[in-house]
């Protein structure tokens, strides 16, 4: 039975979209558990999922009874999980630079 997945992030693309991508690509059985977004500085977590998070933020990504925040770190994982990291270490690091260069953007 495939690993099923939920990703908790607000009902917007910001941070967790590269997770969401890499679900679909991958063709992963995954919910996307999304928190209404009102804008920034006004979005509270409700205290439903705050509870949940490790450090009482999101994105959080949720499979086997575990838990992974931060968006890098879900993002990685998956990437390695679907094996869309290269055939080595060196590959791994490029993927690694898009990635931090994709999220430069955001800044």
Do not use: H
Request: proline residues 7%.
């Amino acid at each position: 039975m495939p690993t099923e997945y939920t990703l908790t992030y607000f009902d917007i693309p910001g941070w967790a979209e590269p997770a969401r991508m890499i679900l679909a690509y991958g063709g992963a059985v995954w919910k996307d558990n999304r928190v209404p977004w009102i804008g920034i500085g006004k979005s509270p977590i409700p205290n439903k999922v705050k509870n949940r998070l490790k450090y009482g933020q999101l994105p959080m990504l949720e499979f086997a009874g575990k838990k992974l925040v931060q968006s890098a770190a879900i993002s990685r994982y998956l990437a390695q999980e679907f094996r869309l990291t290269g055939k080595d270490g060196f590959q791994a690091a490029l993927c690694d630079e898009t990635y931090d260069s994709c999220k430069d953007l955001f800044l």
